[in-house]
């Protein structure tokens, strides 16, 4: 059974950080190019960033570049988001999602597999 499972989400102040994982199984990860996804409250799929399969390439998204950190460690079959410096608009359901392709995704489209999501909410 194939399976993507974020965690690290939470409740953080504006310009605090935060650490998600996603443990994947069932799938051969270092097969796959990773992204993170988000959605926030009543809006649609926001692309994050995208890493590919080595780690040796990492796409962001423009509001994300300088802040985020896409990461990956193919021994753990686990995918990394290092967020810093949040912002109250960074406030979303964030989703790894695992594409079965040469070419990395930086779309919310054409991924092979999706988490359940893990929340995260900046707030003072």
């Known amino acids: 059974e194939v399976q993507l499972v974020e965690s690290g989400g939470g409740l953080v102040q504006p310009g605090g950080s935060l650490r998600l994982s996603c443990a994947a199984s069932g799938f051969t990860f270092s097969d796959y190019a990773m992204s993170w996804v988000r959605q926030a409250p009543g809006k649609g799929l926001e692309w994050v960033s995208s890493?590919?399969?080595?780690?040796?390439?990492?796409y962001y998204a423009e509001s994300m570049k300088g802040r985020f950190t896409i990461s990956r460690d193919n021994t753990k079959n686990t995918l990394y988001l290092q967020m810093n410096s949040l912002k109250s608009e960074d406030t979303a359901v964030y989703y790894c999602?695992?594409?079965?392709?040469?070419?990395?995704?930086?779309?919310?489209?054409?991924?092979?597999?999706w988490g359940q999501g893990t929340q995260v909410t900046v707030s003072s």
């Open positions: 890493i590919n399969w080595n780690g040796g390439h990492t």
């Open positions: 999602a695992a594409a079965y392709t040469v070419f990395v995704p930086t779309t919310t489209r054409n991924y092979n597999y």
